[in-house]
């Protein structure tokens, strides 16, 4: 899951981003839901999150925007546990998984700013008791290394962490356990010298908490989710009480089945909270990303503006930061702030965009085949989407459209003959490769949020033709940009027979609704012969084909009825 970073095509930099220079903590229990002032639930986010969630088959889908520094939408939609009908409410909680980390690295760097330890303390400077058991490649290890993942740490210790789990009284305690059993391991690399995704937070955090003599839990609590008004975060596997769907629970997806995953609080903590246990509503969650956002452009609160550019810059040769990985991507300008978490029975997923001074989530409690995964890639390309179009405009009420008005025309009738059918007699594509049913490999033609199950999939400039018969009375279809495309990306399309344009389409941007055609095949063209051809060109739009992916949908031929 964490190298699906959503929208998939990142390129890690090393790099900074900056453009601009306590509630009762409960290591076990359920999610106690809070009272907080409600943002904007507008129907354009709510109604596209039900059908995505309703496509991918999941229990529950939610979304957070920030934009300015600023919450300005939020919605949750579906059901706490799968095969019930209890609603997640707006303050329902999204487990996080991995994103945790980045929010343990925000702790650790209060910890900097106080005092408590700096970026270049070493290992054996946090646990001298134990240099003795120590790798020695380990001894120089540094906080920095530690929480970028350029240590040499594997993932997690060879030894069970069942065992280190039941050898330790409490999470505090199991921490300090984990400590012991990694430092014996062999280290997967020089540190410094490469990159290996690790659980470098919890050895941070146990010598913090020894030196401060507060649990991590209670630092959370009191240094970070209580000054941003993170009324529903918490730290547990698990987020309703045992038996109650006080909360939402967690799935697995297997086999094409979505099965519910009971919480138990009765096992002990097994004290990675650090790198995997934050829960928190998306409103909360919205919080936190315009913490983030301000520190990112030199408005931060609660860390040094020094801290904040050390937090968000990636290390030395990767792309990994403290908690943050940082990259580029075609969908935005500049650099973003990424990062993705799943425990296997949620998945979670943000964005942070200083450049463009937005910032985004999405979540779901299920996990464990492609479709979660897909799903919020689908949802963040949509929220990229807003804040491009929608948002930038202002339009965050309830019921503007925020887009350019695009005339609807009417649906037409159903294709007798599907054109995914047939065999095209040419099938150009100016980027990638012409596909017949799906995109990319296997996924679904979308366009405007709605899933279709005949047409073709193509990138401009492009031309696909047909041989025509006698029998076909009409060409029926419609066409738009993929749901996967940028924000960028803007077409038209035209339908030919022989070389006479018959019809085309208005210019259509991402997120518009599919144009629809409705052509009848005449008997005869100008000039007296028959048509023999028909032709679908999809154009750029007449601004370069970059992410001008679009789909003909429901395409195909009306027969003459005998």
Same mark, same amino acid.
């Given at each position: 899951?964490?190298?699906?970073?959503?929208?998939?095509?990142?390129?890690?930099?090393?790099?900074?981003?900056?453009?601009?220079?306590?509630?009762?903590?409960?290591?076990?229990?359920?999610?106690?839901?809070?009272?907080?002032?409600?943002?904007?639930?507008?129907?354009?986010?709510?109604?596209?999150?039900?059908?995505?969630?309703? @496509?991918?088959?999941? $229990?529950?889908? =939610?979304?957070?925007?920030?934009?300015? %520094?600023? #919450? *300005?939408? !939020?919605?949750?939609?579906?059901?706490?546990?799968?095969?019930?009908?209890?609603?997640?409410?707006?303050?329902?909680?999204?487990?996080?998984?991995?994103?945790?980390?980045?929010?343990?690295?925000?702790?650790?760097?209060?910890?900097?700013?106080?005092?408590?330890?700096?970026?270049?303390?070493?290992?054996?400077?946090?646990?001298?008791?134990?240099?003795?058991?120590?790798?020695?490649?380990?001894?120089?290890?540094?906080?920095?290394?530690?929480?970028?993942?350029?240590?040499?740490?594997?993932?997690?210790?060879?030894?069970?962490?069942?065992?280190?789990?039941?050898?330790?009284?409490?999470?505090?305690?199991?921490?300090?356990?984990?400590?012991?059993?990694?430092?014996?391991?062999? @280290?997967?690399?020089? $540190?410094?010298? =490469?990159?290996?995704?690790?659980?470098? %937070?919890? #050895? *941070?955090? !146990?010598?913090?908490?020894?030196?401060?003599?507060?649990?991590?839990?209670?630092?959370?609590?009191?240094?970070?989710?209580?000054?941003?008004?993170?009324?529903?975060?918490?730290?547990?596997?698990?987020?309703?009480?045992?038996?109650?769907?006080?909360?939402?629970?967690?799935?697995?997806?297997?086999?094409?089945?979505?099965?519910?995953?009971?919480?138990?609080?009765?096992?002990?903590?097994?004290?990675?909270?650090?790198?995997?246990?934050?829960?928190?509503?998306?409103?909360?969650?919205?919080?936190?990303?315009?913490?983030?956002?301000?520190?990112?452009?030199?408005?931060?609160?609660?860390?040094?503006?020094?801290?904040?550019?050390?937090?968000?810059?990636?290390?030395?040769?990767?792309?990994?930061?403290?908690?943050?990985?940082?990259?580029?991507?075609?969908?935005?300008?500049?650099?973003?702030?990424?990062?993705?978490?799943?425990?296997?029975?949620?998945?979670?997923?943000?964005?942070?965009?200083?450049?463009?001074?937005?910032?985004?989530?999405?979540?779901?409690?299920?996990?464990?085949?492609?479709?979660?995964?897909?799903?919020?890639?689908?949802?963040?390309?949509?929220?990229?989407?807003?804040?491009?179009?929608?948002?930038?405009?202002?339009?965050?009420?309830?019921?503007?459209?925020?887009?350019?008005?695009?005339?609807?025309?009417?649906?037409?009738?159903?294709?007798?003959?599907?054109?995914?059918?047939?065999?095209?007699?040419?099938?150009?594509?100016?980027?990638?490769?012409?596909?017949?049913?799906?995109?990319?490999?296997?996924?679904?033609?979308?366009?405007?949020?709605?899933?279709?199950?005949?047409?073709?999939?193509?990138?401009?400039?492009?031309?696909?033709?047909?041989?025509?018969?006698?029998?076909?009375?009409?060409?029926?279809?419609?066409?738009?940009?993929?749901?996967?495309?940028?924000?960028?990306?803007?077409?038209?399309?035209?339908?030919?027979?022989?070389?006479?344009?018959?019809?085309?389409?208005?210019?259509?941007?991402?997120?518009?609704?599919?144009?629809?055609?409705?052509?009848?095949?005449?008997?005869?063209?100008?000039?007296?012969?028959?048509?023999?051809?028909?032709?679908?060109?999809?154009?750029?739009?007449?601004?370069?084909?970059?992410?001008?992916?679009?789909?003909?949908?429901?395409?195909?031929?009306?027969?003459?009825?005998?």
């Amino acid at each position: 899951m964490f190298w699906r970073v959503g929208l998939l095509l990142i390129v890690v930099l090393s790099a900074d981003v900056s453009v601009a220079q306590s509630k009762k903590v409960a290591l076990k229990g359920a999610h106690k839901a809070s009272v907080v002032k409600a943002v904007d639930d507008p129907d354009w986010l709510r109604e596209r999150l039900d059908k995505i969630r309703t @496509l991918y088959d999941l $229990p529950d889908l =939610g979304a957070v925007v920030v934009k300015h %520094g600023r #919450v *300005v939408a !939020s919605s949750a939609v579906g059901v706490r546990k799968y095969g019930t009908n209890i609603k997640v409410t707006p303050n329902d909680p999204f487990h996080l998984g991995s994103i945790t980390k980045v929010m343990t690295a925000s702790l650790v760097g209060m910890m900097i700013d106080d005092g408590v330890l700096s970026w270049d303390t070493t290992m054996e400077e946090m646990f001298p008791e134990l240099v003795s058991s120590m790798q020695s490649g380990y001894r120089k290890v540094t906080v920095l290394q530690l929480l970028s993942h350029t240590g040499g740490f594997p993932y997690g210790p060879s030894k069970p962490i069942d065992q280190i789990t039941a050898e330790g009284r409490d999470a505090v305690e199991r921490r300090y356990g984990y400590v012991k059993a990694s430092i014996v391991d062999p @280290l997967g690399y020089e $540190p410094g010298k =490469g990159e290996m995704y690790s659980g470098g %937070g919890i #050895v *941070v955090m !146990s010598f913090i908490e020894r030196k401060v003599g507060k649990s991590y839990e209670q630092l959370m609590h009191e240094r970070l989710f209580n000054p941003l008004g993170m009324t529903t975060a918490g730290i547990a596997d698990h987020m309703a009480s045992e038996g109650k769907v006080d909360a939402p629970w967690g799935h697995r997806q297997e086999n094409g089945k979505t099965i519910p995953r009971e919480p138990d609080h009765h096992s002990p903590v097994n004290g990675r909270q650090p790198v995997g246990g934050v829960f928190v509503s998306m409103p909360d969650m919205g919080k936190y990303l315009a913490f983030q956002l301000s520190g990112a452009r030199g408005r931060g609160e609660l860390l040094k503006p020094e801290t904040f550019k050390r937090l968000q810059t990636s290390a030395p040769g990767t792309g990994f930061g403290p908690g943050w990985i940082v990259g580029r991507t075609g969908e935005v300008e500049g650099p973003a702030l990424i990062h993705n978490g799943s425990i296997g029975i949620h998945v979670a997923t943000c964005w942070v965009v200083p450049n463009e001074d937005f910032a985004i989530a999405a979540g779901t409690n299920a996990a464990g085949e492609p479709r979660a995964d897909e799903a919020l890639d689908t949802v963040m390309k949509f929220l990229i989407l807003q804040t491009h179009r929608r948002l930038a405009e202002g339009a965050v009420d309830r019921k503007s459209s925020g887009k350019r008005p695009v005339k609807a025309n009417p649906v037409p009738p159903r294709a007798d003959v599907w054109l995914d059918s047939l065999k095209p007699v040419e099938a150009t594509v100016g980027y990638g490769k012409f596909e017949v049913g799906t995109r990319d490999g296997g996924s679904p033609l979308m366009i405007n949020g709605d899933r279709f199950e005949h047409g073709l999939g193509v990138h401009a400039s492009s031309t696909v033709s047909y041989t025509l018969k006698p029998e076909y009375k009409k060409f029926v279809g419609r066409v738009g940009p993929d749901d996967r495309a940028s924000w960028r990306s803007s077409i038209v399309a035209q339908v030919w027979l022989d070389g006479l344009l018959i019809q085309s389409s208005p210019l259509l941007r991402a997120g518009d609704p599919p144009w629809n055609f409705e052509i009848a095949i005449p008997a005869a063209l100008p000039g007296g012969t028959s048509p023999r051809t028909l032709r679908l060109v999809v154009t750029d739009g007449g601004d370069g084909i970059n992410s001008d992916s679009a789909d003909w949908v429901d395409a195909g031929f009306v027969v003459k009825r005998k």
